[in-house]
C-alpha cells in the first residue's frame, strides 16, 4: 500500500507545503460557510470533531470503515483535501508499527500539530530524532525498571477509596467512608485520574493527586489541552474555528 | 513537569547517581537526568510518556472492566486464578503476574475492537 501524499488538485495547500498561514485566511474561512463547503471532505473533518466532542469517535470510524465493501477494515479519504488512509487492518498496522517501520512515519505535520504539546518527543519525531528519543528512554523499560510495583499499589488503594466512596470526595453525595454502595459510579474518569496520578508518581516522582481531589489544576490543564489537541489531530489546518470557539469543560 | 525538571537538575551527578540506584527512589525522570540535562529533551520526552502511559492506560482498563462486567464467566475464573496465586492478603509481585497465565491471555483479544494508538501519516 503506497500511503504517499496525493497532490490533489485542491486550493488549500496543507501545513507541511505552506507553513506561514495568515490569521486571515482562517477569519474569512470561519466566516463564509460557502468557502467551507468547497473544501473537499471537509464533512469528514466536522463529522470527526464533532464526534470526537461526544464521545463518538469508534461510531464514527467504524461507519467510514464500513465503506470498504471488500474487508470493511481500510478506507481512503480526503478530509479538507489532504489524502489520507484509514485502517484498522491488523496486517496494515503490523507493517506501519514493525515489519516496514522504516518506510512510514509520523510526518511532518503531525509534528507540527502537536509541537506544543509533544515538542520534539518520541511520538512526534521521525528518523535521527526518534532514533535519539529510543535510545535514552529504552533502557527505562528493562524489566526491573517496570517491575516496581509498589508505585501502582499505592494509587490502586486510593482508587479504590474512591470507587467505595462513589466517586471523587467533594463531588456531591460522595461518601468519605466506603459507604457508597448502590451509587452509580463513573468508573472511567476514575481510571483517568488513577493513571495520571501513577504516571506522575512513576515518572516524576511525586504524584498529582488528581483522585483526591475535584478539580485538580495540573489534570485539568492536560485535559484542556488534550481536548484541543484531540481537535487539531483530526482538524489540522482548519482546526482554528473549533478549538476556540467549543465549551472547555472536560472530564475532570 | 517543569519545576519538578528544574528540582532535578539541582541534584550533582552522584546524587542522581544514588537516586537511581536506590530500590525505592526510582523516578524516570532522574534516571533521565543522568543522561541529559538538556530541559527540552526531559520535558518533550516526560510529556511524551505522560500522554502514552496515561490514556492507553485508562482506557484500556474501562474496556477490560467493560468486557470482564459482560463475561461473568472469564470475570469469575480470572477472580479464582488470582486467589490461588497471590490470595486475598498481600499485593501481587511480579512475578505472581508472570505466573498468571490466564490473566496474560486476557488481555489481547480486547485491543482488536479498541486499540487507541495515534493515527501514523505518511512520511514519505
Known amino acids: ?31 463564509t460557510p460557502h468557502i467551507l463547503l468547497t473544501l473537499p471532505g471537509i464533512d469528514m473533518v466536522i463529522g470527526a470533531v464533532r464526534s470526537t466532542m461526544n464521545h463518538k469517535n469508534l461510531e ?3 461507519g467510514w470503515l464500513k465503506n470498504d465493501r471488500n474487508f470493511g477494515q481500510t478506507v481512503e479519504g480526503t478530509p479538507a483535501g489532504l489524502r489520507c488512509i484509514f485502517t484498522a487492518d491488523p496486517e496494515n498496522i503490523k507493517a506501519i508499527l514493525a515489519t516496514q517501520f522504516h518506510d512510514y512515519g509520523k510526518g511532518e505535520p503531525f509534528h507540527e500539530d502537536w509541537n506544543d504539546f509533544l515538542g520534539d518527543g518520541i511520538f ?12 535514552l528512554l529504552r533502557p527505562q523499560f528493562i524489566k526491573d525498571r517496570v517491575s516496581d510495583l509498589e508505585v501502582f499499589e499505592e494509587h490502586v488503594q486510593i482508587l479504590m477509596r474512591a470507587v467505595a466512596n462513589g466517586g471523587i470526595e467533594g463531588a456531591p453525595g460522595v461518601a468519605t467512608d466506603g459507604v457508597g454502595r448502590g451509587r452509580e459510579v463513573d468508573v472511567s474518569n476514575l481510571f483517568f485520574r488513577y493513571t495520571l496520578d501513577a504516571a506522575t508518581h512513576f515518572l516524576l516522582g511525586r504524584s498529582v493527586g488528581s483522585l483526591e481531589v475535584l478539580k485538580q489544576d495540573f489534570a485539568v490543564a492536560f485535559g484542556e489541552v488534550q481536548r484541543v489537541q484531540n481537535i487539531i489531530a483530526r482538524a489540522g489546518y482548519v482546526s482554528f474555528p473549533y478549538v476556540y470557539t467549543t465549551d472547555s469543560s472536560s472530564g475532570l | 513537569v517543569n519545576p519538578y525538571i528544574e528540582q532535578a537538575l539541582r541534584l550533582s551527578p552522584e546524587e542522581l547517581e544514588t537516586k537511581t540506584k536506590s530500590e525505592s527512589g526510582y523516578t524516570f525522570l532522574h534516571a533521565l537526568a543522568g543522561y541529559t540535562r538538556d530541559r527540552k529533551v526531559l520535558r518533550d520526552q516526560l510529556v511524551s510518556m505522560l500522554l ?17 462486567a459482560r463475561h461473568p464467566e472469564v470475570f469469575q475464573k480470572l477472580r479464582a486464578e488470582i ?24 488481555s489481547p483479544p480486547n485491543f482488536t475492537d479498541f486499540h487507541v494508538s495515534q493515527i501514523r501519516p505518511p512520511l514519505k
Not at chain 2, 502514552?52 to 470482564?68: C, H, M, P, Q
Open chain 1, 1 to 31: 500500500m503506497d500511503l504517499r501524499r496525493a497532490q490533489d488538485p485542491c486550493p488549500w495547500q496543507p501545513r507541511s507545503e505552506d507553513p506561514i498561514i495568515s490569521p486571515l485566511w482562517y477569519v474569512s474561512l470561519s466566516l
Open chain 1, 60 to 62: 464514527t470510524w467504524q
Open chain 1, 124 to 135: 512526534a519525531s521521525d528518523n535521527q530524532p526518534w532514533h535519539d528519543s529510543r535510545q
Open chain 2, 52 to 68: 502514552a502511559g496515561r490514556d492507553t492506560t485508562a482506557s484500556t482498563l474501562s474496556f477490560t472492566f467493560y468486557e470482564l
Open chain 2, 83 to 106: 486467589i490461588d496465586t497471590v490470595g486475598l492478603n498481600r499485593p501481587p509481585t511480579y512475578n505472581d503476574l508472570k505466573n498468571m497465565k490466564y490473566l496474560q491471555v486476557r
